[in-house]
């Protein structure tokens, strides 16, 4: 192959420097744009050409499964040019097509294969394969290695039953939603049951944790764990059990993890754990041969409500570096060069970020030029604000041959707000696709035909085999199905047990016995042939066998044959996964579906306009970005209103949403807008009174004192204090009688009754009606 200084030339010099890196710890501070991924593959490309580290030795974890992909293939690329020409003296793409094929498969054979490149739900899945028969929790609850993976909805449904059934607790007191939500959060915590109910004392603590206790009991029955399981599970197997942790520790000599401001405290000790093989004092923490490398940027931590804690990155240089000054340190690189925003944006997005406290201070620097001012828009209401933005997205389609309409995304802080976008797009005929809605593998169809492949390869997983046993339907009336699982749960053995028996099913099933050991005789059938057949060969028997492809065709309804459709694309997906995948099984396949994303099938280049909140938008880019909705109690949200650390999580999704844009960028406001069926008057965030205004223009030209209502430096004319909202901005300077300058810094109420919160010099924040101050800006 080529030597390292031709090989690392592409790179500047903050990204070689981290790249270079080899032994210890290593923390990079990524801006949007940067080159991040160019880092880490280029890393791990140097680690096995200039250090020999073998590829099985090297564990790197990407945000998204597609963010994996993409990380493999570029290596392989990378590989593959490589060794052209240093075989054939030749660049890759102008060789044969069968010897690229050829020296791609090398590469896949070689180096890619044995790499272990995937999120930490998907690794830690593996991780599980091989040990967590060793596992058991505080309760000696124990799980067998041919688990299933319970999706979110399955998980709800079993909330849901244990909150209203089992426990006939009252559900408004007690939404089953919202108590599923908060066993999600201890489990990132690193709560179990036990640990919940010590440290929540109040009455509601200690149900929940009761309703945790019964959902791990389920689970546990179930042979199945959700995805916070995979996570926790693994940490204490670690904290557990020497040896298993001795083992992977082993393993895994150079572990790098992307999006590092992302991670929770669950997947942070596990992290931990693998990296000093569980001992606690730093100074006999041994880095021979032995790296952690992570890339992040607390700028763009968007995800608390996934309890996400951007600290442990802020933390990283104490907790595993030399916790020397910026300027000083060994174990800290900053990438500031963007090779993907215009010059304008990402002054903006500078200047915007600056007024966060909790970071890590970085200038993005622009390799491109000025490009466009921004234009920010104020529309009269939300329709004429879609109305506007798609007019600007389809003259500029129309008049640049560069873009198509997969070049566009439209960004908003709530689903909600997509309606009136989605209505203009429809009647004017745009192609678009919204990101974040009903995802694939969550149609009933498909949970359907996965339910038989669940249940095949995890007999105990009762709730499966309960969706499916009379799916198509049999003549298995619902009495009878009660019957039979009553009788497995007095019994203690999983319901699979029983429907196997033909004496127990003789006796419990009357005249639905025959259905019911037909159903079973084709489960049974199914599991003998797991090893033998292709995972596509079974799923084609399953869709004929059971009846599930004969119902819909008999149907004949419109709605039938879109079911038809997607059930077969999932056998698409299936063949797919058997060409793309080296070790394929029943199991792998469904863990790949159980751990698929919305991000992971969206694909580059569709031609169709993305409509998307903010928080969906992190890791994509586009030519032209709208971020709309731009108000006070949506964006910031009121939620963060009153609490510091919210608003600046609420600025770090906006800088997010501004450093998505390449070429052009627009931010739009209104007047007044719909919300729970009342017109209410919007008032302008303060975000975009954050922003430079020498890089704005607007439909009134650019200019530093907007028209009243539009931005942040107008005088008020006040009736008492039943002023127009919108006249009062964030930012403005104000002049009390008796307190003298202050500055806003809130916005309170709508309907014109409106009240001030100031922070006044020496007196601190107070807050008062607008009739009492006078505007100095």
């Known amino acids: 192959m080529t030597t390292t200084n031709q090989f690392l030339s592409h790179l500047n010099p903050s990204q070689r420097r981290a790249v270079e890196h080899f032994c210890g710890p290593l923390l990079v501070v990524a801006g949007a744009g940067s080159g991040k991924t160019r880092a880490l593959t280029y890393r791990?490309?140097?680690?096995?050409?200039?250090?020999?580290?073998?590829?099985?030795?090297?564990?790197?974890?990407?945000?998204?499964?597609?963010?994996?992909?993409?990380?493999?293939?570029?290596?392989?690329?990378?590989?593959?040019?490589?060794?052209?020409?240093?075989?054939?003296?030749?660049?890759?793409?102008?060789?044969?097509?069968?010897?690229?094929?050829?020296?791609?498969?090398?590469?896949?054979?070689?180096?890619?294969?044995?790499?272990?490149?995937?999120?930490?739900?998907?690794?830690?899945?593996?991780?599980?394969?091989?040990?967590?028969?060793?596992?058991?929790?505080?309760?000696?609850?124990?799980?067998?290695?041919n688990f299933s993976i319970f999706d979110e909805s399955d998980a709800q449904s079993l909330v849901k039953e244990i909150v209203t059934k089992q426990l006939n607790l009252d559900d408004k007191k007690f939404e089953p939603r919202s108590v599923r939500y908060a066993i999600s959060n201890a489990k990132n915590q690193g709560f179990s049951p036990k640990e919940l109910e010590l440290e929540r004392q109040d009455y509601k603590g200690r149900v929940i944790a009761q309703v945790y206790g019964h959902y791990q009991d389920r689970l546990a029955e179930n042979n199945a764990l959700d995805f916070d399981d995979l996570i926790l599970l693994p940490t204490r197997l670690f904290q557990q059990?020497?040896?298993?942790?001795?083992?992977?520790?082993?393993?895994?000599?150079?572990?790098?993890?992307?999006?590092?401001?992302?991670?929770?405290?669950?997947?942070?000790?596990?992290?931990?754990?693998?990296?000093?093989?569980?001992e606690q004092k730093k100074s006999n923490w041994d880095w021979e041969q032995r790296s952690v490398f992570v890339v992040g940027d607390a700028d763009q931590s968007i995800y608390s409500f996934r309890m996400a804690d951007f600290t442990i990155l802020l933390e990283f240089q104490q907790d595993f570096g030399d916790g020397l000054a910026d300027e000083d340190t060994r174990s800290m690189v900053k990438l500031e060069e963007n090779y993907r925003s215009c010059e304008?944006?990402?002054?903006?997005?500078?200047?915007?970020?600056?007024?966060?406290?909790?970071?890590?201070?970085?200038?993005?620097?622009?390799?491109?030029?000025?490009?466009?001012?921004?234009?920010?828009?104020?529309?009269?209401?939300?329709?004429?604000?879609?109305?506007?933005?798609?007019?600007?997205?389809?003259?500029?389609?129309?008049?640049?041959?560069?873009?198509?309409?997969?070049?566009?995304?439209?960004?908003?802080?709530?689903?909600?707000?997509?309606?009136?976008?989605?209505?203009?797009?429809?009647?004017?005929?745009?192609?678009?696709?919204?990101?974040?809605?009903?995802?694939?593998?969550?149609?009933?169809?498909?949970?359907?035909?996965?339910?038989?492949?669940?249940?095949?390869?995890?007999?105990?997983?009762?709730?499966?085999?309960?969706?499916?046993?009379?799916?198509?339907?049999?003549?298995?009336?619902?009495?009878?199905?009660?019957?039979?699982?009553?009788?497995?749960?007095?019994?203690?053995m999983p319901l699979w047990e029983i429907l196997s028996d033909e004496t127990s099913v003789n006796t419990l099933a009357g005249r639905a016995a025959k259905s019911i050991k037909g159903f079973a005789h084709m489960i049974a059938k199914w599991r003998e042939e797991i090893t033998t057949l292709p995972v596509s060969q079974l799923v084609q028997d399953v869709l004929e066998a059971s009846g599930y492809?004969?119902?819909?065709?008999?149907?004949?309804?419109?709605?039938?044959?879109?079911?038809?459709?997607?059930?077969?694309?999932?056998?698409?997906?299936?063949?797919?996964?058997?060409?793309?995948?080296?070790?394929?099984?029943?199991?792998?396949?469904?863990?790949?579906?159980?751990?698929?994303?919305?991000?992971?099938n969206l694909k580059e280049g569709d031609a169709a306009v993305s409509l998307m909140t903010l928080h969906a938008s992190k890791g994509l880019e586009f030519p032209v970005v709208c971020v709309v909705g731009l108000e006070q109690g949506l964006f910031p949200n009121?939620?963060?209103?009153?609490?510091?650390?919210?608003?600046?999580?609420?600025?770090?999704?906006?800088?997010?949403?501004?450093?998505?844009?390449?070429?052009?960028?627009?931010?739009?406001?209104?007047?007044?807008?719909?919300?729970?069926?009342?017109?209410?008057?919007?008032?302008?965030?303060?975000?975009?009174?954050?922003?430079?205004?020498?890089?704005?223009?607007?439909?009134?030209?650019?200019?530093?004192?907007?028209?009243?209502?539009?931005?942040?430096?107008?005088?008020?004319?006040?009736?008492?204090?039943?002023?127009?909202?919108?006249?009062?901005?964030?930012?403005?300077k104000v002049l009390h009688k008796t307190f003298g300058i202050?500055?806003?810094?809130?916005?309170?109420?709508?309907?014109?009754?409106?009240?001030?919160?100031?922070k006044f010099d020496n007196l601190g924040q107070k807050i008062v009606n607008p009739a009492q101050l006078q505007s100095m800006s």
């Open 44 to 145: 791990i490309a140097n680690l096995i050409l200039q250090h020999r580290v073998d590829p099985e030795n090297i564990l790197a974890v990407t945000f998204t499964n597609k963010a994996a992909r993409e990380m493999k293939e570029r290596i392989q690329k990378l590989f593959a040019e490589q060794l052209a020409m240093s075989e054939y003296g030749e660049k890759f793409e102008l060789l044969p097509e069968y010897e690229q094929t050829q020296l791609k498969s090398r590469v896949w054979r070689n180096y890619i294969k044995e790499m272990w490149v995937g999120t930490f739900h998907s690794l830690l899945a593996r991780v599980l394969r091989f040990d967590v028969e060793k596992y058991q929790d505080e309760k000696g609850r124990k799980w067998d290695r």
């Open 638 to 732: 009121y939620r963060s209103m009153n609490d510091p650390a919210a608003l600046e999580e609420e600025r770090r999704l906006c800088y997010v949403g501004i450093t998505r844009a390449q070429e052009k960028l627009y931010l739009s406001h209104a007047r007044e807008r719909r919300l729970y069926g009342y017109r209410e008057p919007a008032v302008r965030s303060q975000f975009l009174g954050e922003l430079p205004e020498e890089l704005l223009t607007t439909q009134f030209g650019r200019r530093k004192n907007y028209p009243q209502g539009n931005g942040s430096r107008v005088t008020p004319s006040h009736k008492g204090n039943k002023v127009e909202p919108q006249d009062w901005q964030v930012g403005n």
């Open 344 to 492: 304008n944006i990402l002054q903006a997005a500078n200047e915007l970020i600056e007024n966060n406290t909790q970071r890590i201070d970085k200038i993005l620097k622009a390799t491109r030029g000025a490009g466009d001012l921004i234009y920010c828009h104020r529309a009269d209401d939300e329709v004429a604000e879609a109305q506007f933005l798609i007019n600007q997205i389809q003259n500029l389609e129309s008049q640049n041959p560069e873009l198509d309409w997969g070049s566009f995304a439209i960004l908003y802080r709530t689903n909600a707000q997509s309606r009136p976008f989605e209505d203009i797009l429809v009647r004017r005929g745009i192609p678009y696709t919204v990101v974040g809605g009903l995802k694939f593998y969550d149609r009933k169809e498909i949970k359907d035909v996965l339910g038989y492949l669940r249940a095949i390869a995890n007999p105990s997983d009762t709730v499966s085999l309960l969706r499916v046993i009379n799916t198509p339907r049999r003549g298995i009336g619902k009495t009878t199905i009660e019957n039979l699982l009553n009788a497995s749960q007095e019994l203690g």
């Open 549 to 600: 492809v004969d119902d819909l065709k008999k149907q004949g309804t419109e709605e039938a044959e879109n079911r038809l459709q997607n059930v077969q694309e999932l056998f698409n997906a299936v063949l797919q996964f058997e060409e793309e995948n080296e070790e394929v099984n029943l199991q792998n396949f469904l863990a790949s579906t159980a751990l698929s994303s919305d991000l992971d």
């Open 241 to 278: 059990n020497d040896q298993v942790l001795g083992y992977w520790h082993r393993k895994f000599r150079h572990i790098l993890v992307d999006e590092y401001q992302d991670t929770n405290r669950t997947q942070y000790e596990l992290i931990r754990q693998l990296v000093t093989n569980g």
């Open 742 to 758: 202050g500055e806003i810094t809130h916005i309170f109420g709508g309907n014109n009754k409106i009240s001030l919160a100031v």
